[in-house]
C-alpha cells in the first residue's frame, strides 16, 4: 500500500483544486519502476497486485490522498499566460521514504481539470512512453531529473489527428512547483501566497537558506545555481528541452515536462526539433540564455519578499541572476574538460572544449559518439572516429593540442579513458530508438519499449549484443522533428 503525506494541500486554498482523476476504463500496467518504487519505500509488489494498479492509475484512492491539480502560470515562448495550472495531471499525494525526504506522486493524462481550458486532460500512449524512456535514463546519466514510477494504459482512446491508444504515467518529483507557480501569484498582486509559497520550497528543498538574513533572496541564488548546474548538464550531452517555458521550469531544479525534447545526433548548436519552436528560442546554443531569462522572471516575482524599497530589492535580484552566468560557465568548462579526459581546468581549456566543438560542427560529428570515440584517440587516431566526420578540417590539429594538453598532467592513457568512458554514455535514447519503441508500441508490441529502458539504465556500460542501440540513425532514419503530442 502507498501512505501519501500532503504538505501542498495543507497550502492556502487558492494554490490548487481538488480534483479527481477521470475514469479509465481498462487500466493495464505496461511498466512499473522496481528500483524506483523501492527507492521510495514502496511495495513493488503491491503496486503490481490489481488494488495497486487501481491506485496508481487514478482509480481508487490510497491512504492519506488528497488529489489535487497545481495553479500556475508561465510565459510560453515568451508570452505570458497568467492562468495554466495542471490541465492534465493531477498530484495523487506525497511520499516519505525516510525523514526529511519528500517526493510528490503525480498522475499525468488523468482527465480533465479546472486548468484544461481547450484540453482534454488525456495523454496519447506515445507521450507517455516517450516520457517515461527519456526521463529515466536523464536519471541514469546523473541528470536531475522527474522520475517514472509507471506507465498505465487507459483502455480508453483519445483523439489527436487521429484515434490513438490512451496513456497515463506516474511521475515522481522532488516537487511539482514551477517558475510558474510563482508567477500566478506575483500576476494576482498576492503577496501572502508568494511568501506562503517561499516559506514553503525553503522548507522542503532549501533548508540551508532558512536560516539567511534574507531568505527570499538567498531562495533565488540557490536556484540560480541549481538552475546553472542543470543546464550546463544538458549542454553535455547534448540534450536539448524544446519548450523551456517559464511553466516547465522546476523550482527544485529537476529536468521536468518531457514534451519535444530530443538528444542531438549530429552536432549543430543551433540545433531545434522541436515542431512549434518556429524561431528557434529554445535551440540547443539558446538554452543557457533562455534559463537565465527564466530565472530573471522568477526574480521579478520575489522582489516583494526581498526589500520594501524596490530599487534595492531589484538591485538585490539583479546580482542574484547575474551569477548565472559565471556559475553556469564553471559548471559547463567543469563538465566538459572532464569529458577531454582532463583531471582538472586550465588556462586556455575553455578554448580547447570549444575548438573540438567547432570541429564537431563543421563535420556534423555525432556529439554521443564524438565525445564517447574520444577515448580510443588517446594515442592513435581510429578510422571510427574519423567516420563521424564529415569533413575532417583541424581535426588533426585539435587532437595533437588535446594530447599536448593531457600530457601535462601526466596521468596514464588507461586512467584517462577510463575518467572518459565515465562521462561520455555509449548510449543516449536517439530519437530514433524513441520513435521506434513507440510505433511498435501503438501495434501492441512493447518488446522494444522494454529492450531500450533496460539498456538506457547502463548509459555508460557497452552491451554486448547491443551495438544496434549506440549507432546514429541511418539518414533515412534521422528524426527531424519531435511533437508536444499532448
Ligand atoms: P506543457 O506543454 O506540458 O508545458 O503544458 C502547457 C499547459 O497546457 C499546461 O497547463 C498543461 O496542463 C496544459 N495541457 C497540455 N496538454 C493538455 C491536455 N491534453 N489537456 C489539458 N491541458 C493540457
Ligand atoms: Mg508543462
Redesign the pocket.
Known amino acids: 500500500m502507498i501512505q501519501f503525506d500532503n504538505s501542498y494541500a495543507r497550502l492556502p486554498d487558492r494554490f490548487y483544486a481538488r480534483v479527481e482523476p477521470s475514469v479509465a476504463p481498462a487500466p493495464g500496467l505496461i511498466a512499473l519502476n522496481e528500483p524506483l518504487a523501492e527507492r521510495l519505500g514502496l511495495d513493488a509488489g503491491w503496486l503490481k497486485s490489481d488494488e495497486g494498479l487501481a491506485v496508481l492509475a487514478g482509480q481508487a484512492r490510497a491512504e492519506g490522498s488528497e488529489p489535487l491539480a497545481m495553479a500556475y502560470a508561465g510565459h510560453q515562448f515568451g508570452h505570458f499566460v497568467p492562468q495554466?495550472?495542471?490541465?492534465?495531471?493531477i498530484l495523487l499525494g506525497e511520499v516519505r521514504p525516510e525523514a526529511g525526504r519528500r517526493f510528490d506522486i503525480q498522475l499525468k493524462g488523468s482527465g480533465k481539470t479546472p486548468?484544461?481550458?481547450g484540453?482534454?486532460?488525456?495523454?496519447a500512449l506515445g507521450p507517455v512512453l516517450r516520457e517515461y524512456i527519456v526521463s529515466e535514463a536523464m536519471a541514469a546519466l546523473g541528470v536531475p531529473t522527474t522520475r517514472a514510477l509507471a506507465a498505465i494504459s487507459t483502455g480508453a482512446n483519445v483523439f489527436r489527428e487521429s484515434l490513438l491508444p490512451g496513456g497515463r504515467v506516474v511521475r515522481v518529483a522532488e516537487s511539482h512547483v514551477r517558475v510558474g507557480t510563482f508567477q500566478y501569484f506575483a500576476a494576482r498582486g498576492d503577496v501572502e501566497a508568494l511568501k506562503a509559497l517561499s516559506d514553503y520550497v525553503i522548507s522542503r528543498h532549501y533548508p540551508e537558506v532558512a536560516g539567511a538574513e534574507q531568505p527570499a533572496l538567498a531562495l533565488l541564488q540557490a536556484v540560480v545555481s541549481r538552475q546553472a548546474t542543470l543546464i550546463a548538464q544538458w549542454q553535455a550531452l547534448g540534450f536539448i528541452h524544446g519548450?523551456m517555458?517559464t511553466?516547465?521550469m522546476s523550482i527544485a531544479g529537476e529536468t521536468i515536462?518531457y514534451?519535444p525534447c530530443a538528444f542531438m545526433d549530429g552536432f549543430d548548436p543551433a540545433q531545434v526539433y522541436s515542431s512549434i519552436d518556429h524561431h528557434g528560442r529554445y535551440a540547443y546554443q539558446n538554452q543557457p540564455a533562455v534559463g537565465q531569462w527564466n530565472l530573471a522572471m522568477l526574480a521579478q516575482c520575489l522582489l516583494p519578499l526581498i526589500d520594501a524599497d524596490e530599487d534595492e530589492a531589484v538591485r538585490l535580484v539583479q546580482a542574484a541572476v547575474d551569477g548565472f552566468v559565471p556559475a553556469f560557465q564553471r559548471a559547463y568548462v567543469t563538465r566538459f574538460t572532464a569529458k577531454l579526459g582532463l583531471a582538472d581546468v586550465r588556462e586556455g581549456d575553455v578554448e580547447l572544449v570549444g575548438g573540438l566543438l567547432g570541429v564537431m560542427a563543421t563535420g556534423a560529428a555525432d556529439f554521443t559518439l564524438g565525445f564517447r570515440l574520444l577515448a580510443d584517440q588517446i594515442e592513435n587516431v581510429n578510422q571510427d572516429f574519423l567516420d563521424l566526420f564529415d569533413g575532417a578540417d583541424g581535426l588533426g590539429d585539435w587532437l595533437e593540442r588535446w594530447r599536448a594538453r593531457l600530457r601535462l598532467e601526466g596521468r596514464s592513457a588507461g586512467e584517462v579513458r577510463a575518467q572518459m568512458l565515465g562521462v561520455n554514455p555509449l548510449y543516449i535514447p536517439r530519437n530514433h530508438l524513441v520513435e521506434e519503441a513507440i510505433a511498435a508500441a501503438y501495434d501492441g508490441d512493447f518488446g522494444p519499449f522494454h529492450a531500450l529502458n533496460d539498456v538506457l539504465a547502463s548509459p555508460f556500460v557497452e552491451q554486448a549484443g547491443r551495438e544496434i542501440y549506440a549507432v546514429p540513425p541511418r539518414p533515412e532514419q534521422i528524426v527531424q522533428q519531435t511533437f508536444?503530442g499532448?
Open positions: 495554466l495550472g495542471d490541465g492534465r495531471a486548468f484544461s481550458r484540453g482534454d486532460g488525456n495523454a519548450v517555458n511553466d516547465n515536462d514534451g508536444c499532448t
